[in-house]
């Protein structure tokens, strides 16, 4: 991820990853050794590249919280 996405990702999920109930997903296990906080987070990423690559102009102040709180439990 570039400089500047990474900028633009971490700025739209701000509110969200350091919210004390998000933060409790590192708790938890999603696949083999990898919590669930960070599967979401790869998640997330994996939508914003997407959505840049392939052009989409999704709306990222939606899609991307989507993707992170998609196992929130």
């Known amino acids: 991820m570039k400089q500047q996405e990474q900028k633009e990702f971490d700025a739209i999920l701000s509110t969200y990853i350091h919210h004390p ?16 906080f960070s599967h979401s987070m790869n998640v997330a990423r994996m939508a914003y590249l997407l959505n840049q690559r392939l052009r989409l102009n999704a709306d990222l102040s939606i899609h991307l ?3 992170l709180l998609h196992d929130f439990y």
Do not use: N, W
């Open 65 to 67: 919280p989507g993707a």
């Open 21 to 36: 109930e998000v933060l409790k997903m590192k708790q938890f296990i999603a696949h083999g050794k990898v919590s669930v």
